[in-house]
């Protein structure tokens, strides 16, 4: 298989496990129409190996792990069940790890498709395959997503909760880990702390260290709840306001002005549609003003700068876009030569088509004398919701078939 392809599923029963060169935890996650599990009891992993429908084996550090569905077992109301594989070292990432993922009939063991994820790199943790159901019929999809925060990530963008350890008092420290009497089959796995919630551990080893109190779901995250946000460079905000994902038409308005009252300068805005492997599907720019079907739509080229107010404004449409898009960056040239340092106030806005509403703004505060410049990127989370991302970075490229290929590597 190749990432986006999907095969009808012949057996009720499959198993999915992931073979790689290094020891790799492999968990399972029910989820309903909105991308998001239940509770907590629907996410199956070693410490918590069945729910329903689905269930994991252990390879005991000889085999792969493997997740088994049983479609004819899943409740109603749970749409899709997504594999996730990372490895078991704490912090490995996936750079020279090749994980293979294996689709097999869970009655006779046979092999219905096979899915190596190209191009891995700084990922600590890999949305693999998913099962999922579609007008009535169960398929298998091939998806190679990664996260760079670890099962953390992938968790939490889940809704499943991931809670920091709680620290352990200073007065009274307990013994080196005890050797409890582990299960008969020798495992790498070493549970910390007593099973109250069953909890992987390295959940919480993995998550972001930043905030102190055990995060909720969606907790560290900007979101638009509070209204408008104000990105710096290098932030990130989720498109979710009422825990609702935004999936309507937005526009993106760019800005500039020519600096120190100086000429009229020519910049292009453009936006480049990437697929799940940053693989590029079209750009949107003054000379080609609708793309993907007409969910991306340019307004036009403006040569002067001059004016208040946006100069270009790129409109999408998030709910209308294939699903085989899933970055988007927007960039801004000048075709002419002239360098960002005889800009200023360039800009970028996120705003409501609906309501005129500015969601999101990103002012460049810095300029480097180059003729273009990567100002934002749009990125669809697994779950559904999509994060903008201040970027900021200067290229040396007048056109904006120039920046096709650093935009791909600032997704």
């Known amino acids: 298989m190749t990432p986006g392809s999907n095969i009808p599923l012949s057996a009720a029963r499959v198993t999915v496990d992931v073979a790689a060169p290094v020891r790799l935890d492999v968990s399972g996650l029910l989820l309903t129409a909105d991308g998001k599990v239940r509770s907590d009891d629907d996410f199956i992993f070693y410490n918590q190996p069945s729910g329903p429908g689905v269930t994991y084996r252990s390879g005991g550090g000889t085999a792969p792990d493997a997740i088994t569905v049983d479609t004819s077992a899943v409740p109603p109301g749970i749409e899709k069940i997504v594999v996730t594989a990372s490895p078991d070292a704490a912090g490995q990432t996936f750079q020279g790890i090749e994980p293979t993922a294996t689709i097999r009939n869970a009655d006779d063991d046979s092999v219905l498709a096979t899915f190596t994820p190209p191009q891995l790199g700084t990922e600590t943790a890999l949305v693999i395959v998913e099962v999922y159901l579609r007008n009535g019929a ?22 499943v909760t991931v809670e920091e350890p709680a620290p352990t008092p200073a007065a009274a420290p307990v013994a080196p880990p005890q050797p409890v009497t582990p299960p008969p089959a020798p495992t790498v796995q070493t549970p910390v702390a007593p099973p109250a919630p069953a909890m992987d551990p ?44 935004l999936l309507s038409q937005v526009k993106m308005g760019l800005g500039w002005e020519p600096a120190y009252r100086g000429k009229d ?30 969910a991306i739509k340019h307004s036009g080229d403006n040569l002067t700068g001059e004016g208040g107010g946006d100069d270009e404004v790129i409109v999408v449409d998030l709910g209308r876009l294939p699903q085989e898009v899933t970055g988007l960056v927007f960039t801004v040239n000048s075709f002419s030569g002239q360098k960002f340092t005889e800009v200023a106030k360039a800009y970028c806005r996120l705003i409501d088509a609906a309501s005129g509403e500015e969601l999101v703004r990103f002012d460049l505060t810095n300029a480097e004398a180059q003729t273009g410049v990567m100002m934002a990127k749009l990125i669809k989370q697994f779950s559904g919701e999509w994060e ?14 120039g920046m096709v290929k650093p935009a791909a590597q600032a997704l």
Not at 218 to 236: E, F, P, W, Y
Not at 286 to 293: C, E, P, Q, R
Request: charged share 20%; net charge positive; hydrophobic share 40%.
């Open 265 to 294: 300068i020519d910049l292009d805005a453009s936006v480049i549609a990437y697929g799940p492997q940053r693989n590029h599907i079209d750009s949107c720019y003054f000379g080609k003003l609708s793309i993907v079907g007409g």
């Open 388 to 401: 903008m991302t201040a970027i900021g970075d200067f290229v040396k490229s007048r056109t904006v078939r």
């Open 202 to 245: 390295r959940l919480a080893a993995s998550a972001p260290a930043a905030p102190p109190a055990p995060p909720v779901p969606g907790a560290g995250k900007i979101n638009l709840d509070k209204g408008r946000v104000s990105l710096q460079k290098n932030q990130t905000v989720s498109l979710v306001k009422g825990g609702r994902p």
């Open 138 to 159: 169960w398929k298998a999809r091939a998806v190679g997503q990664g996260y760079a925060n670890g099962l953390a990530g992938i968790a939490t963008d889940f809704g």
